[in-house]
């Protein structure tokens, strides 16, 4: 029975330790997961505050492109057929 309570009692402790090197382990992940995602969300408000300035940036007016004459021929508008005026039936 002595020997049943101290396994049990170190059992407990095995379980306790485990249990504080496990707590201890999941709060490091959860701080890097943070950090990480401070980070990644600062360079996404960067790059957006970047794009907007670019697109606040007025325009430089583009000039309008030469038109070149073409070579080729222009097609005729067909034209509408001729309708009589008088009426038939």
Not at 39 to 62: D, G, S
Not at 71 to 79: F, H, L, M, V, Y
Not at 81 to 87: A, F, L, M, V
């Given at each position: 029975?002595?020997?049943?309570?101290?396994?049990?009692?170190?059992?407990?402790?095995?379980?306790?330790?485990?249990?504080?090197?496990?707590?201890?382990?999941?709060?490091?992940?959860e701080?890097?997961?943070?950090?990480?995602?401070?980070?990644?969300?600062?360079?996404?408000?960067?790059?957006?505050?970047?794009?907007?300035?670019?697109?606040?940036k007025?325009?430089?007016?583009?000039?309008?492109?030469?038109?070149?004459?073409?070579?080729?021929?222009?097609a005729?508008?067909?034209k509408?057929?001729?309708?009589?005026?008088?009426?038939?039936?």
């Amino acid at each position: 029975m002595a020997r049943e309570v101290e396994d049990i009692a170190t059992r407990r402790a095995r379980l306790a330790a485990d249990g504080a090197v496990a707590m201890k382990e999941y709060r490091a992940k959860e701080a890097a997961t943070r950090k990480r995602t401070e980070r990644l969300r600062a360079e996404r408000l960067a790059r957006e505050a970047a794009e907007q300035r670019v697109a606040a940036k007025p325009q430089a007016a583009k000039p309008a492109p030469e038109k070149v004459p073409s070579n080729k021929p222009k097609a005729k508008a067909a034209k509408a057929p001729k309708t009589s005026k008088t009426k038939t039936r």
